[in-house]
């Protein structure tokens, strides 16, 4: 790698997650930003900023989405919803700050939301009537998942049938989808009644257990009499070599003509922005654009993801 590459990575990156801190790590040396410190060991990481700047709202790329923020931080309206605000407000590569910075916006503008996801899913969407984040139908309720799944972004639609729909999105940036997670068994109920059958072991372990249970949350809103049907939509940048190749093993475990297939989508987050840029020059969608995904500022990013 050149040396600026190697003044902003973590030994644990992988390539491309190289590519991803180091946009974030120049970025804030843009905004004139100090960084932050993380670790065991409280080391100065380029990728995040200081405590003050994260109380400043520095983090978010306006105003509006500041204001999101905070009342999503302050609502009572989901209990048991689990925000870690440090990581949220001081953490450049987290997902969830990302997930604000995308759709913040369309939250307080429904008629521009409803332009853009139109492109995105013309199937699915007439009108979009509410955006939410960390959103869930009931956390440890045995009525949907039994455990604390969340969706990090729910985009409540009118379809062009003239029915109610819930999409819900699952946000990945520089994750790479090495977790563990318990399948319950009433995910497995859920999985079933889907058209899952026999459930791979695949789908129970790392890097599918997290997609899987997000997907049986959709699912199990389908399933739920009181509640709108649901799609559920893996999100992430097309460098993320994990998630796209976790996408591609996920649908290879879809039963054809099952409501599980039906249900689960995945999308680029460069085709969101695709289509925000169609529907408006508002200044935030190119500074989107420009922190999160113009791969090229990064030097010699041309060698590091031909390796990729």
């Known amino acids: 790698m050149g040396n600026r590459i190697e003044s902003h990575v973590e030994a644990s990156d992988v390539s491309w997650q190289g590519v991803l801190r180091a ?119 045995d009525e949907f998942l039994g455990n604390h799944s969340a969706f990090d972004v729910v985009v409540g639609v009118t379809t062009p049938k003239g029915d109610a729909h819930t999409i819900g999105i699952e946000v990945k940036y520089h994750e790479n989808l090495r977790t563990s997670a318990t399948v319950r068994d009433r995910a497995m109920e859920v999985a079933q009644r889907a058209g899952f059958g026999d459930v791979d072991e695949a789908l129970l372990r790392s890097p599918l257990v997290q997609v899987f249970l997000d997907h049986l949350l959709a699912c199990s809103l389908t399933q739920h009499d009181g509640r709108p049907d649901a799609t559920f939509v893996f999100l992430s940048p097309v460098i993320n070599a994990n998630c796209q190749k976790a996408v591609t093993d996920y649908r290879g475990h879809l039963p054809a003509g099952s409501v599980a297939a039906a249900s689960f989508r995945s999308v680029t987050i460069e085709e969101v922005v695709g289509a925000l840029s169609a529907c408006t020059d508002a200044p935030w969608v190119t500074a989107f654009h420009r922190r999160y995904l113009d791969y090229q500022r990064v030097s010699d990013i041309a060698r590091i993801t031909r390796s990729v």
């Open 23 to 141: 946009m974030q790590s120049t970025w804030r040396e843009q905004q004139e930003l100090a960084p932050g410190t993380g670790g065991l060991d409280e080391r100065t990481i380029g990728s995040r900023i200081t405590d003050e700047a994260g109380a400043a709202g520095r983090n978010f790329l306006t105003d509006t989405i500041r204001s999101k923020v905070n009342e999503t931080l302050k609502s009572d309206t989901q209990p048991g919803r689990v925000i870690e605000e440090g990581r949220l407000r001081t953490n450049l590569l987290s997902s969830q700050p990302l997930a604000f910075n995308l759709f913040g916006e369309l939250a307080a503008d429904k008629k521009l939301a409803t332009r853009a996801l139109r492109l995105v899913w013309p199937d699915l969407v007439r009108k979009v009537e509410e955006i939410e984040f960390e959103w869930s139908p009931g956390r440890g309720e």
